[in-house]
């Protein structure tokens, strides 16, 4: 184990976020994004040619810190087992416990069903904790090499498919708002955007703020998400698409994506509540064109987003506060795909506990 060198660094993307099994959260965009927030990223390589992004945090007050590999590791570099991740999440444990850290959380996209994995990092003293990101499980769409769009469309929903066609026939256009355009187009069922995309995705979080309010979500201060997705588009990490009316001065839906791992991942979708009667096919014709891109750009996902939440991590059924969302993607062909989960290892609990309420105090002398 060993931090990476100049050459390593410059072709980090392309090992951890475009490789397969990447993650956006991996990158080096995203290691400079929470920098600016107070976390100090860590590029390490292990021995079998793996790369671990680690953030470090010290504790206010009190010596020492804790660490997060998110959605790390992930299976680049020689094998992909789930042997072989567990052996990298606690290589790399082992070198921040020598630099003083007291607690390590990691979170990586592991089936529920490569059990060699979670066997591993529990008998090294790793164990289960809520999630760090919104869910844990995702909603999975797998494309086959050589996916035909209209065979595909064919797999959705009778009821799915008419929303699409009418939004098609009422005219709603999808502007798309990617870095690949420059080279690429935009290509067919899309439209290039005619201003910045701050403007687009500033506006996008005011819809997010009024879709989480109906879901009852929550979000974090406007200018972290928003300086964070503009970091992501400029590394092609990011799409956003917006659905809009012609004619109509503001945007109908939105959705966020990402790219990575040879996939397309939604992120963050919203709809205006007027729009959801006027126009109900709207976020629908995204969803589909952002299936539509994956197709074209030969993913072998479309990874349609997680429906769990805080205290309710299991497949939802009838009555459950998301089981509209789950069936929503179910309607798009979206399998429910249970992932291993966030798990931590307490390295030195005295430390551990100090952090935690040392950063309990910080919370209440903000407020």
């Known amino acids: 184990m060993r931090d990476a060198r100049p050459d390593e660094l410059a072709d980090w993307d392309a090992v951890t976020v475009e490789a397969p099994g990447g993650h956006v959260y991996q990158s080096t965009a995203w290691a400079d994004h929470r920098r600016r927030s107070g976390w100090q990223p860590r590029f390490l390589v292990t021995a079998d040619g793996g790369r671990v992004l680690a953030l470090t945090r010290p504790w206010r007050f009190v010596g020492g810190s804790g660490a997060y590999l998110p959605r790390g590791p992930v299976p680049a570099g020689a094998g992909a087992t789930g042997a072989t991740l567990a052996a990298r999440q606690i290589a790399v ?104 995309p701050s403007a687009a995705l500033d506006r996008f979080y005011d819809l997010l703020l009024e879709t989480g309010e109906r879901r009852r979500f929550f979000f974090g201060p406007r200018f972290s998400f928003v300086a964070w997705w503009m970091a992501a588009l400029a590394a092609g990490h990011l799409i956003y698409l917006e659905a809009r009316a012609p004619g109509a001065g503001e945007p109908l839906a939105g959705l966020v994506v990402y790219r990575h791992g040879g996939r397309l991942s939604t992120v963050h979708s919203g709809n205006h509540a007027v729009s959801r009667s006027e126009h109900p096919g709207a976020l629908h014709l995204l969803r589909w064109r952002a299936i539509q891109l994956a197709i074209r750009e030969g993913c072998v996902e479309m990874d349609l987003g997680g429906v769990d939440v805080h205290g309710s991590r299991g497949e939802p059924r009838e009555g459950d506060p998301l089981y509209g969302l789950y069936q929503h993607k179910r309607a798009f062909g979206g399998r429910w795909l249970e992932l291993t989960g966030a798990h931590e290892r307490v390295l030195d609990p005295r430390g551990y506990a100090l952090g935690r309420a040392a950063g309990r105090v910080s919370r209440l002398l903000r407020r």
């Open 93 to 196: 444990t082992g070198v921040l416990a020598g630099d003083g850290v007291d607690v390590v959380a990691a979170d990586p996209e592991v089936p529920a069903s490569e059990g060699a994995y979670r066997a591993g990092i529990l008998r090294a003293g790793f164990r289960p904790i809520d999630e760090i990101q919104p869910s844990r499980h995702r909603m999975t769409l797998p494309l086959d090499p050589g996916a035909d769009e209209p065979a595909v469309l064919e797999s959705i929903t009778k009821s799915t498919r008419q929303r699409i066609r009418s939004a098609e026939r009422d005219g709603l256009m999808v502007i798309r708002h990617d870095r690949r355009i420059a080279t690429d187009g935009a290509g067919e069922g899309f439209m290039p955007a005619n201003e910045p």
